[in-house]
């Protein structure tokens, strides 16, 4: 199946065609324990110790549905503004696979979850809405480990640790026309169950992945293209890459006249081309029925308001009141927005210093800068959200000046410690009180006559030299506005 060589359509070309593009998402649930069992789901331990005859599928053992699992993928689809199913049901999706013991999976079919959801992007700065066609559960497989050839025997290993792990797929419409678009779309998914807690979505562990179905038809026409569906891509990057190969790969295809079938590709992070791997002609018929281990699944309306009210702020919602309720740019709420811990931690702040702009510049500028360093992320950072809004609190009552805050700021992510005990410490703290500062203004008045005469025969801009050298004399602790006002009572 593998071409040999793959004709590349240059950009002009390119440009006569309109992308379509669809993903299915897979996103592993954040659940203790698997989805027909109570084996947990963690990650990491010995092949084969996290099993049961459930999830082994030995003769006889019964699936029972996992509440919390039903919650997650409940939070999912509310997240993604879908509608859930009062009834949804499981089916058997048959085919055999070595480390798939039951020789189907438990999926959803006919009828799944939910369905007619959306999600917002923008793309350089054009907002669109993308469909989601529905979202359903299933169980993972095993993992099958290819441990090469020793004594000319190829071995594969089989470790079933994550068979029955829950997952949810959510499908897309086929509603993005760019990599760009669709790269927005998976980020925006990804931000979405991250902030209601579905799944860590951690890529590198397998826990969020999609499949990118693309087509191409010459812009203006009304009917798609036929797809490939390219497999498993595991982060951003691959999944822009494989997009932009296969749109160039396909418009090669429909210029020198040959004609597309529909097929599953795989995509090479090696090379960043896609390769075939089994077109629909021999694509499995998976003689799907209904799962007659389980109960059609009922959601009550009861239920899905349980969850609802227990469902934490949207992140969409969070940007939105950010804008109208702090009055942040769209930028500052999409950054303070990135996700849950530094939208709370900023929400705090704000609050402790009733000085939104302030709190968030704070956060996004000094904290994050410190934070970066570090390599820690904002819910572990050593300045609480509440010791920085003290700190932010003393800037304002003017017992510190912008510059020594930073270097408080700093001091306190080192040891932990709040602003007033460092300041209490190292006797840092603004002078503002006009006896002490009095004193430094006058000696530096007398030290510089030829400023003086210069701002009293007019020329008023170098009373910020005269400021600059009393916050030199006071070791950056005088109050510089105080300065100002002193220097220009006295010199007039
Ligand atoms: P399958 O299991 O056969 O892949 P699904 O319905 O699960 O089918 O998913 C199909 C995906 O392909 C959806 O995301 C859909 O939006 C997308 N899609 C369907 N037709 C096209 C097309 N012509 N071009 C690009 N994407 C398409
Ligand atoms: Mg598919
Ligand atoms: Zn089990």
């Known amino acids: 199946m593998q071409a040999a060589h793959i004709e590349l359509a240059s950009p002009d070309l390119i440009a006569k065609y309109e992308p379509v593009i669809g993903l299915e998402v897979h996103c592993q649930l954040a659940t203790?324990?698997?989805?027909?069992?109570?084996?947990p789901a963690g990650f990491g331990a010995p092949p084969n110790t996290n099993v049961c005859p459930v999830c082994l599928a030995l003769p006889g053992a019964l699936p029972v549905l996992s509440r919390e699992a039903v919650e997650l993928a409940i939070r999912a689809s509310v997240a993604l503004n879908c509608k859930v199913n009062p009834v949804s049901q499981f089916a058997r999706k048959n085919y055999f696979y070595p480390d798939s013991p039951k020789?189907?999976?438990?999926?959803q079919y006919e009828l799944p979850l939910s369905e007619h959801g959306s999600v917002d992007i923008i793309v350089e700065g054009h907002p669109k809405r993308i469909g989601v066609t529905r979202i359903h559960m299933e169980d993972d497989a095993g993992k099958s480990q290819h441990d090469g050839?020793?004594?000319?025997?190829?071995y594969t290993y089989v470790d079933l640790n994550r068979s029955g792990t829950p997952l949810i797929e959510i499908v897309s419409e086929p509603d993005m026309r760019t990599a760009e678009e669709a790269v927005a779309y998976f980020a925006e998914v990804k931000q979405a169950l991250q902030f209601v807690g579905v799944s860590t979505c951690d890529m590198e562990k397998g826990h969020l992945r999609c499949d990118a179905n693309v087509s191409v038809r010459i812009k203006g026409a009304e009917k798609f293209g036929i797809r490939a569906e390219v497999k498993n891509l595991n982060s951003f990057r691959f999944l822009k890459q494989a997009i932009e190969f296969e749109i160039a790969r396909q418009v090669a295809i429909a210029e020198s006249g040959g004609h597309m079938f529909q097929e599953t590709r795989?995509?090479?992070p090696e090379t960043g081309e896609t390769v075939g791997m089994r077109s629909k002609e021999d694509a499995h018929d998976y003689r799907y029925f209904p799962e007659p281990d389980l109960v059609p699944l009922r959601v009550s309306e009861q239920w899905l308001a349980a969850v609802k009210s227990k469902m934490p702020e949207l992140p969409a919602v969070k940007r939105r009141r950010f804008i109208e309720q702090y009055g942040l740019s769209e930028y500052d709420a999409d950054v303070l927005t990135q996700n849950r811990a530094i939208g709370e931690y900023f929400d705090e702040v704000a609050a402790a210093t009733k000085d939104p702009k302030t709190s968030a510049n704070w956060v996004m500028g000094d904290l994050s800068a410190l934070l970066n360093t570090a390599g820690k992320p904002i819910d572990e950072s050593p300045v609480t959200a509440k010791n920085l809004g003290e700190l932010l609190g003393l800037i304002a009552s003017g017992e510190l000046s912008g510059k020594?805050?930073?270097e408080v700021l700093g001091k306190m992510f080192e040891s932990g410690d709040?602003?007033?005990?460092?300041m209490e410490r190292e006797g840092l703290r603004q002078i503002s009180d006009s006896g002490a500062l009095g004193k430094i203004v006058d000696e530096v008045i007398a030290a510089n006559p030829k400023q003086v005469e210069q701002y009293r025969a007019g020329k008023t801009t170098v009373i910020g030299f005269l400021v600059g050298q009393v916050m030199k004399q006071s070791r950056g602790q005088a109050n510089p506005?105080?300065?100002?006002?002193?220097?220009k009572s006295r010199l007039s």
């Open 32 to 39: 203790r324990t698997k989805i027909f069992c109570g084996c």
């Open 103 to 107: 020789g189907y999976q438990i999926s």
């Open 149 to 154: 050839f020793r004594d000319s025997v190829r």
């Open 266 to 268: 795989l995509f090479d």
């Open 404 to 406: 020594l805050a930073k």
């Open 418 to 422: 709040t602003a007033l005990l460092i």
């Open 481 to 487: 506005a105080a300065v100002n006002d002193l220097l």
